[in-house]
Structures are given as structure tokens and as C-alpha cells.
T-cell receptor, first 114, second 114 residues
Framework: KNEVEQSPQNLTAQEGEFITINCSYSVGISALHWLQQHPGGGIVSLFM???GKKKHGRLIATINIQEKHSSLHITASHPRDSAVYICAVSPYKGYGGSQGNLIFGKGTKLSVKP | DSGVTQTPKHLITATGQRVTLRCSPRSGDLSVYWYQQSLDQGLQFLIQ???????AKGNILERFSAQQFPDLHSELNLSSLELGDSALYFCASSVYGPPPGEQYFGPGTRLTVT
């Protein structure tokens, strides 16, 4: 079983729809990251959070540490939101000797149709 | 633009060869992380350097090595290349080692081994 699981794997939405991508993890973490990867391959960090909720424009990320679960929401989706969204976690310092490296989910491929 | 640069963008080479990928972190960032993204494995952490010293190792093969120089740029050396080494190689940088900070990704180097 992967340490970071995302759902769904693929998501097709109509422009304007509200979108939710889920992430569950099984290890102790110091932070959770949401990343966006465009078709050209570049990766952009959207959020880093360790508790509660963060909002940037139409994007909202939440995390529930007790349930080991995070969600990424996109309000009023637009075709330019089409990308792969990747959930990643920074495991605790003591886990495998890591010091800030990321463990990644498989990603959610989002396609928003006009 | 994340401020992280990687060269070259594309690299095509033959099996058995050796290549060097280069990464310059954002100004002021002390940590450099190397990640490999392949179609079957997704994104995987390879190795981290912090202020010139190796800090953490992930799924890095013995044929691969890396270093971080006094000016903080980093190089990833891949030797005895195999077809399965074909992948996107990303470096990322962050200000701190521990605790983990937001990571800024370079544009990646696409390696094709023929």
C-alpha cells in the first residue's frame, strides 16, 4: 500500500464546477504539500500546510491531522486549471532519517472542459 | 519562474553512458533535493543536500551520485545508464533542511536513454 493515496486518479469537469481532490496518508508528517504539474512537465508548489486551511484565489486546501487526510478544492473551475495535482508529505524527521524530502502520491489528472 | 534552474532541458544518450545533470537553487536556499519522475514509478525522492552536506537518501541507485558545491549548485551524476533510467529529473530547493519548508522546483531535465 502506498504511503500517500490520492483520489480520484482522473477527473473530468465542466467549466465552473466545484472540484475536490482527496489525499490520505499513513505516515507521521510535519507538513503536507499540494503541487501542480502542467502538461509541459513543470511543477509548481500550490500549498504547504500542517494544520487547518489555506486559500489562494480559487484554490482551497484543508488538512485533518487526526484523520490523516487532506483535500484540495477548486472553485469555479476553468480550462486553465487542467493539470495533474500531486499530494506530497514531508515525513517526520525520525522517519527513515528524512529531513524534509517528499513522499508523493500518484497524482490526479484534472481536465476541465469549456 | 521558481528561480531554480536546471540544465540541460533535454538529454538523449545511449545505454552504458554517463551524464551529469546540473541544478542551481534559488538565491538563499541551502537545501537541494533531487527527484526522479518515471511513467511507472511516479515521483520519487533520490537525495538531499543541505549546505554542501548530504542530508538524506531515498531510492537512489548505486550508479547514481550527487554533490553540492560551495556555491550551492548541485550536480547529479548518472552512470552505466540503462533504458529504465529514462525519466524526468527534477531538482528542488528550499531555505531550510529541517524543519521542511516549501520546495521550489526547477523545470526538470528529460533524460532519454536509447
Amino acid at each position: 500500500k502506498n504511503e500517500v493515496e490520492q483520489s480520484p486518479q482522473n477527473l473530468t469537469a465542466q467549466e465552473g464546477e466545484f472540484i475536490t481532490i482527496n489525499c490520505s496518508y499513513s505516515v507521521g508528517i510535519s507538513a503536507l504539500h499540494w503541487l501542480q504539474q502542467h502538461p509541459g512537465g513543470g511543477i509548481v508548489s500550490l500549498f504547504m500546510l500542517s494544520s487547518g486551511k489555506k486559500k489562494h484565489g480559487r484554490l482551497i486546501a484543508t488538512i485533518n491531522i487526526q484523520e490523516k487526510h487532506s483535500s484540495l478544492h477548486i472553485t469555479a473551475s476553468h480550462p486553465r486549471d487542467s493539470a495533474v495535482y500531486i499530494c506530497a508529505v514531508s515525513p517526520y524527521k525520525g522517519y527513515g532519517g528524512s529531513q524534509g524530502n517528499l513522499i508523493f502520491g500518484k497524482g490526479t489528472k484534472l481536465s476541465v472542459k469549456p | 519562474d521558481s528561480g531554480v534552474t536546471q540544465t540541460p532541458k533535454h538529454l538523449i544518450t545511449a545505454t552504458g553512458q554517463r551524464v551529469t545533470l546540473r541544478c542551481s537553487p534559488r538565491s538563499g536556499d541551502l537545501s537541494v533535493y533531487w527527484y526522479q519522475q518515471s511513467l511507472d514509478q511516479g515521483l520519487q525522492f533520490l537525495i538531499q543536500y543541505y549546505n554542501g552536506e548530504e542530508r538524506a537518501k531515498g531510492n537512489i541507485l548505486e550508479r547514481f551520485s550527487a554533490q553540492q558545491f560551495p556555491d550551492l549548485h548541485s550536480e547529479l551524476n548518472l552512470s552505466s545508464l540503462e533504458l529504465g533510467d529514462s525519466a524526468l529529473y527534477f531538482c528542488a530547493s528550499s531555505v531550510y533542511g529541517p524543519p521542511p519548508g516549501e520546495q521550489y522546483f526547477g523545470p526538470g531535465t528529460r533524460l532519454t536513454v536509447t
